[in-house]
């Protein structure tokens, strides 16, 4: 999350064998720092996991209290914050203690300026980030420890997901050091492969890990303890023993999604009303996050070049449409919210009639968000629309098909221009960047993009633009010989954060790097800069737009794109039934004249289409032509 979005179901556990215990209990835990504003579905899912195995499960959304503790604005602009390891920075000593490599904040001197821009608007300064990380923090710590009753359990685990890492060590620390019999459990996708191997070899609170998924291994684990074994003899998890890591048994990807139990969020929603965090009349805007698929198909033809997800799940896996609307019933009558936030990295595509499809016909009132592939058109936005997604990640990245193909995305410019024509057209918010720094890219890709998107303003703009991150198990990073590189090294920043004894290309999930044959930044400064200007147009009390209206052979473009250049084009005849028909999505000049039956020479009608496109009212991309404008009245 987009993100990255969604982390693999994973958890870890335990230090030394462990005998029988008839009443074993485990508490889950989520540190600091993810968004307070839905609950954990790891939390959730394993506590459910636990208690079908027949242990006691609590879990505990800590995230809660450090927010209330901070204050919440300042805790989500902390948790919005991508680059630098700034939160697991901030709890670096409190995790490590004298082993820490920045007890004197060095690192605010390095990265000051990046931090300033950061917490603009938050109330913060430098000098607040200063006593939270030697104040505040061991504070709050100490308030956890001793206001949980700690000693009732015998296992505790953390689920870690991105910056998550310093803060879930340093609570794991202090409940070890008070109570020596506790085993502390860690997953999520910051164990994922070596960087969970590395993490137990060398973190002293860490006894156990589950690598990968925990769908199978957090039950045989908690089973293993029941009967008094030792739990790293399970397939997915791993211990250190005499200073070494146990050898790990791999575990094939959970199939059977279907089986698996609806996530508990009970806690969450009762922690955060306490903290007045939340009012129970507000329970209705919280999207509660939900799984129906795993992997990518899509990844599974192509691994997109820059994309670490699923490093070792990328296999797809779906839940039935039946066993989806099952779930969604029982979570918006738990939870009283119609809102839900799928955390698949993509949509099945079975599910445009098997899931919204029933959605529309049972009419039900449900709200989602999904991430989809880019490749939508009229029909499957609409179908979309009508089963309840309000707003997608496509995953469009860029429009320029030569860079698509670079990124091996699958789809062409003109497909995603498509998808956010109609995206707008149905009221579906539309979440993407632009992306840049592919290998072999082309000065004139970013002119001619950049042309084009001059002729977008009346589309939803990206929310951001800038360099690809290279991450671990992208292609970028794995693929030396598609992808040389004058260097790559672990992002600068994570040198603040872990003790000498950690191997940080072990570790790291970001890599600072340079790419061989790549275009100088300066390529890209007048792309920027629009982006910018896009983003400040749409903040506008009123919109650019650019809509059509039509009837047999007759066609009215009303144009307000730029202040003070509105303009009105009418067209008849045969140039209104080619605007018409580029509509619904991108034609080919052949294919324009097959359905048009048009009897006008050659020459006169690739006029007509060049015409259009200088105008701004057509794109053209390759031999396809797409109509800009959007038809005026909506929903059809």
């Known amino acids: 999350m987009n993100v990255h979005s969604a982390a693999p179901l994973t958890a870890t556990y335990g230090a030394e064998t462990i005998s029988a215990h008839p009443a074993l209990e485990v508490a889950l835990v989520s540190m600091p720092f993810v968004s307070i504003v839905r609950p954990s579905i790891q939390l959730g899912l394993l506590k459910s996991l636990a208690e079908r195995e027949g242990v006691r499960a609590s879990t505990f959304h800590l995230t809660l209290e450090f927010a209330h503790h901070i204050g919440p604005a300042l805790y989500e602009t902390l948790c919005g914050h991508r680059g630098l390891m700034f939160g697991d920075w901030l709890f670096s000593v409190a995790a490590f203690g004298s082993q820490a490599p920045d ?24 000098d607040r980030i200063r006593r939270l ?17 700690w000693e009732r359990f015998r296992v505790v685990g953390f689920t870690c997901t991105f910056q998550q890492n310093a803060a879930s060590f340093a609570l794991a620390r202090r409940l070890k050091e008070r109570h020596p019999g506790l085993s502390c459990i860690f997953g999520g996708a910051n164990f ?22 925990a769908d199978v291994a957090f039950p045989q684990f908690l089973a293993a303890l029941k009967r008094g074994g030792d739990p790293h003899e399970v397939p997915g998890v791993v211990a250190r023993r005499d200073g070494q890591v146990t050898p790990l048994k791999a575990s094939p990807p959970f199939e059977r999604l279907d089986t698996l139990p609806v996530p508990d969020y009970d806690e969450f929603f009762t922690r955060a ?39 070792t799940t990328m296999a797809f896996r779906a839940k039935t449409p039946e066993r989806v609307i099952e779930e969604l019933g029982t979570l918006a009558q738990r939870y009283r919210s119609f809102r ?3 955390v698949d990295n993509i949509l099945a595509p079975n599910y445009l009639q098997g899931l919204f499809g029933r959605l529309k016909e049972s009419g039900s009132d449900y709200v989602f968000f999904y991430e989809v592939k880019s490749n ?28 698509l193909k670079l990124m091996r995305k699958g789809v062409t410019g003109i497909q995603n221009v498509n998808t956010l024509r109609w995206a707008l057209y149905y009221g579906i918010g539309v979440s993407w960047n632009l992306l840049w720094g592919f290998p072999h890219e082309m000065e004139e890709d970013y002119a001619e993009q950049l042309h084009l998107m001059k002729q977008l303003i009346h589309l939803q703009p990206p929310g951001g633009a800038g360099r690809i991150w290279m991450e671990r198990y992208s ?37 600072d790097y340079e790419l061989q044959h790549t275009l100088p930044q300066s390529v890209y400064e007048a792309t920027s800069r ?97 109509s800009l404008a959007l038809p005026a009245i909506k929903y059809r």
Not at 109 to 124: V, W
Not at 133 to 148: G, K, N, Q, V, Y
Not at 192 to 213: H, Q
Not at 608 to 623: P, V
């Open 103 to 126: 007890p004197d904040d060095r690192f605010l001197a390095e990265y000051g300026t990046e931090i300033q821009r950061m917490l603009k608007g938050s109330g913060a300064d430098l």
């Open 133 to 149: 990380r030697h104040e505040e923090i061991p504070a709050f710590l100490d308030r956890m420890l001793s206001e949980i009753s």
């Open 192 to 213: 994922e492969g070596e960087m969970g191997v590395e993490l137990v070899r060398t973190i002293e609170a860490v006894d156990y890990a589950v690598i990968g998924e």
């Open 273 to 311: 009303e306490s903290l007045d965090l939340l009012t129970p009349a507000a329970r209705r805007e919280v999207f509660i996050p939900f799984e129906s698929a795993r992997g990518c198909w899509w990844g599974q033809k192509k691994h997109c070049t820059f994309c670490g997800l699923n490093g």
């Open 340 to 342: 839900f936030e799928a």
């Open 376 to 403: 939508l058109n009229r029909d499957r936005l609409k179908a979309l629309r009508d089963g309840g997604v309000r707003q997608i990640q496509p995953g469009i990245e860029s429009l320029n098909t030569h860079v």
């Open 475 to 511: 292609p970028l990073f794995t693929d030396r010989q598609a992808f040389p590189a004058r260097y790559v090294r672990p992002e600068a920043s994570y040198s603040y954060v872990y003790p000498p004894s950690v191997q940080l290309e072990r570790v790291a999930y970001f890599f």
């Open 530 to 626: 629009h982006v910018v200007d896009w983003q400040e147009a749409w903040k506008a009390s009123e919109r650019p737009a650019l809509t059509f209206w039509s009837s047999p052979g007759f066609v009215q473009i009303q144009d307000t794109r730029w202040p003070g250049e509105h303009g009105t084009y009418t067209f008849k005849g045969p140039l209104a039934s080619i605007y018409s028909a580029c509509s619904d999505g991108p034609l080919s000049a052949e294919e324009l004249r097959q359905q048009l039956q048009l009897n006008v020479p050659e020459a006169e009608f690739q006029q007509w289409l060049s015409d259009f496109c200088a105008c701004g009212l057509m794109m053209r991309d390759g031999t396809q032509y797409l």
